[in-house]
Nanobody, 129 residues
Framework: QVQFVESGGGSVQAGGSLRLSCEVS????????VGWFRQAPGKEREEVAT????????????LQGRFIISQDKAKKTAYPKTLYLQMNDLKPEDTAMYYC??????????????????WGQGTQVTVSS
């Protein structure tokens, strides 16, 4: 069972930056596609970015240019070890709980929340104006 431990959330003023980390462990299948998602109070969970095992990335259109997803891979397996989300020029509307997640897909990495089956506990990001 894949397990995630997110960290790096916190409170920041608008225009600031944060870097989220997600330690990945416990998977026993090919972990091809991982991603970041977020959920603001009273809103549905939404996509932020995904990255596949070839480091190909996808971003939510409104976040591209400010957010950067990346990953470190385990040397032995070449599967994700740590997932990162660099967030720059943060805005109050970026306030949300941020989650990392994994898809069981072994050949595609869709930027679609419903295609991800395993989720972390989340880390809170709060941006003040």
């Amino acid at each position: 069972q894949v397990q995630f431990v997110e960290s790096g959330g916190g409170s920041v003023q608008a225009g600031g930056s944060l870097r989220l980390s997600c330690e990945v462990s416990g998977y026993n299948y090919q972990l091809y596609c991982v991603g970041w998602f977020r959920q603001a109070p009273g809103k549905e969970r939404e996509e932020v970015a995904t990255i596949d095992n070839y480091d190909r990335t996808q971003y939510a259109r409104n976040l591209q240019g400010r957010f950067i997803i990346s990953q470190d891979k385990a040397k032995k397996t070449a599967y994700p070890k740590t997932l990162y989300l660099q967030m720059n020029d943060l805005k109050p509307e970026d306030t949300a709980m941020y989650y990392c997640a994994a898809s069981r897909s072994t050949n595609t990495c869709p930027l679609v929340t419903s295609r991800f089956q395993t989720w972390g506990q989340g880390t809170q990001v709060t941006v003040s104006s």
